[in-house]
T-cell receptor
Framework: KNQVEQSPQSLIILEGKNCTLQ??????????LRWYKQDTGRGPVSLTI?????NTKSNGRYTATLDADTKQSSLHITASQLSDSASYIC????????????FGAGTRLFVKA | DTGVSQNPRHKITKRGQNVTFRCDPI?????LYWYRQTLGQGPEFLTY????????KSRLLSDRFSAERPKGSFSTLEIQRTEQGDSAMYLC????????????FGPGTRLTVL
């Protein structure tokens, strides 16, 4: 069964600290993996996208990694800011025929002053 | 055109009523997607269109749900005889059919069924 599992479910950190969010997937065949940021009451916004051949990609203070062999990805946030408080959703797309994009349940991040 | 827009942003209705939501995608995007999202969960796929053709529907899309994209531009999602379990955020996204297929999301319509 195609699944995307994220951990932790929620996380509280102090402003300025770093954190790492995890994503494990079983989607096959694999096409790409995206991390989205979703502020409360808003639609998700893409942070990074990685294909099979990419193992790291950065977007400002966000760095995503991908290990296609173990089917794991992480999102590392450096020097967190209050505005980083949001849900972070891992999304995996398969390149099989038909539509197959699987969303994780997200990690809810709270950054406190 | 700065992004995907959805209307209304919020809808409160009584159980048994019909509701209709509208999505206007990014103008050059010919793929359009509908998702449902409940609190603490990721978006769940409902259906998607390429131009005016509805290419796939999730089993979540019961007979009370119908989506249309008559001219291949904006889309509507109608829910008939709403139930309390329909309360959720309904998200629309659009993408190009080539390249990375990155989906750009709208702000969503929050539905509350009383």
């Amino acid at each position: 069964k195609n699944q995307v599992e994220q951990s932790p479910q929620s996380l509280i950190i102090l402003e300025g600290k770093n954190c790492t969010l995890q994503c494990n997937y079983t989607v096959s065949p694999f096409s790409n993996l995206r991390w989205y940021k979703q502020d409360t009451g808003r639609g998700p916004v893409s942070l990074t996208i990685m294909t099979f051949s990419e193992n790291t990609k950065s977007n400002g203070r966000y760095t995503a990694t991908l290990d296609a062999d173990t089917k794991q990805s992480s999102l590392h946030i450096t020097a967190s800011q209050l505005s980083d408080s949001a849900s972070y959703i891992c999304v995996v797309t398969s390149n099989t025929g038909g539509f197959k994009t699987i969303f994780g349940a997200g990690t809810r991040l709270f950054v406190k002053a | 055109d700065t992004g995907v827009s959805q209307n209304p942003r919020h809808k409160i209705t009584k159980r048994g009523q019909n509701v209709t939501f509208r999505c206007d995608p990014i103008s050059e995007h010919n793929r359009l997607y509908w998702y449902r999202q409940t609190l603490g969960q990721g978006p769940e796929f409902l259906t998607y269109f390429q131009n005016e053709a509805q290419l796939e529907k999730s089993r979540l899309l019961s007979d009370r749900f119908s989506a249309e994209r008559p001219k291949g531009s904006f889309s509507t999602l109608e829910i008939q005889r709403t139930e309390q379990g329909d309360s959720a955020m309904y998200l629309c996204a659009s993408s190009l059919p080539t390249g990375s297929h990155e989906q750009f999301f709208g702000p969503g319509t929050r539905l509350t069924v009383l």
